[in-house]
């Protein structure tokens, strides 16, 4: 769970570009103040941003699946802003990720789930 608060902390502070994606799959586009429940790795997740300051400011919040009655901490909550023209993502463990990318005046926010892979360039000759 930590991995993936600091991978979400990262992503945000970084600005990250645009990940290459492999198998891109159901893309869902966000209205404001609209929430939108997903699965990243073995965790799941549950988010909504707010336009601010021409900034898509996004709010998740994670839990590990399963029952988790009982279990202090067991969720954690993070907010960033992103801002219009750039994106933010969240990676799991097992390399399964979300790309949060705010759409022009932060009209619109774009949820697009990938795997990311690795790729090394080939050496030249």
Known sequence: MRALILAASLAAT???????ISGETGRVVLDPAKGHSL???SGKAVGYYLAKDGNCK????FAPKGNTEG?????TRVSFLVAPGDNGVV????GKSVMFFCERDAKHMSVVPFKRIAYVA???S
């Open 14 to 20: 970084l600005g990250a570009a645009a990940p290459a």
């Open 39 to 41: 699965e990243i790795g």
């Open 58 to 61: 996004l709010t998740l919040t």
């Open 71 to 75: 279990v202090k901490g067991a969720g």
């Open 91 to 94: 990676e799991s463990p097992e």
């Open 122 to 124: 080939p050496k030249a």
